[in-house]
């Protein structure tokens, strides 16, 4: 199975979190950053010969490939539950010779567990310029953005999603919202499996693993990252930005 991104404005989001609109002569990579959408956002400065993209979706990586052939492209088999789950556990990141002045990782680590969060936020911080930025997303479960209207927090936003196509129950639901009530952080897998602060997640076959959406309060995110600036989301979008500089 493969997975193509339908979500634009990657570089208006990032230009914004990072104070910075000019992102011409410096090396950048994307971190899960599938086709390459952020290139083709009308604000983008990003020179595509200075871009680098590195994906756990081969098709992705080929699909960019062809669209923008003088950017890098690289495939990084590691195993990640919904995009990647015959992929590699731990594998380290590919040789890279290339420094880069910031690092954006949209919506990756949104599906991510958290070992693999922190361990790949080290890694990918060792690969920042002295004054560059590593900059990636995360979703607050109780922030409201797109639900805001309707009164719904981010969580609740998801659960009427999961909901709505039938995924899970209106009582499923409900109850995933009271359990999850206070939790520092959580994964909710399949629409309705939650696990609040642990990554023990049981044992799902390859054709049974659907999603799989973390939530961290920025509190909590605070506490994993204390130099990190949090910043609420913005440019329309309901993810929070880690912006950790170097
Ligand atoms: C929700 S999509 C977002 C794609 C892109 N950042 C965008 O905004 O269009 C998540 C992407 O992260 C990739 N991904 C997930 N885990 C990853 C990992 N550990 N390393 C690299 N890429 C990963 C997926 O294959 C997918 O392309």
């Known amino acids: 199975m493969t997975f193509t991104s339908t979500r634009f404005g990657q570089f208006t989001y990032f230009s914004t979190q ?4 000019n992102w011409s002569g410096k090396n950048i990579l994307d971190f899960g950053g599938n086709v390459g959408n952020i290139l083709r956002d009308p604000n983008s400065t990003i020179d595509p010969e200075r871009y680098w993209c590195l994906d756990v979706d081969q098709d992705s990586i080929e699909q960019g490939k062809a669209t923008f052939p ?18 590699v556990r731990s594998l380290p990141l590919p040789p890279m010779d290339e420094t880069f002045t910031y690092i954006v990782a ?4 949104t599906n991510t567990c958290e070992t693999d969060m922190l361990e790949l936020v080290d890694d990918l911080r060792s690969k920042l310029t002295t004054g560059g930025a ?16 309707l009164g719904r927090n981010n969580l609740q936003w998801r659960l009427d999603l999961e909901t709505e ?5 209106a009582a499923q639901a ?7 009530q206070d939790a520092k952080w959580f994964i909710l897998v ?20 659907r999603t799989f959406h973390v939530f961290h309060t920025s509190d909590y995110m605070r506490s994993l990252f204390p130099n990190a600036i949090i910043r609420p989301p913005v440019n329309n979008e309901m993810q929070h930005c880690c912006v950790i500089r170097n």
């Open 134 to 149: 590593l900059a990636f997303t995360f979703i607050d479960p109780y922030y409201m953005t797109w639900g805001a209207p």
């Open 165 to 169: 196509r039938q995924h899970i129950t």
């Open 190 to 209: 399949n629409g309705g499996d939650l696990y609040l602060e642990t990554e023990d997640v049981r044992m799902y076959a390859p054709d049974e693993q």
């Open 70 to 87: 003088s950017s890098h492209w690289l495939f990084y088999n590691r195993f990640s539950f919904f995009f990647n789950p015959t992929g």
């Open 106 to 109: 949209f919506s990756v680590f």
């Open 174 to 180: 409900n109850d995933v919202d009271e359990r999850a």
């Open 18 to 21: 990072l104070g910075d609109t």
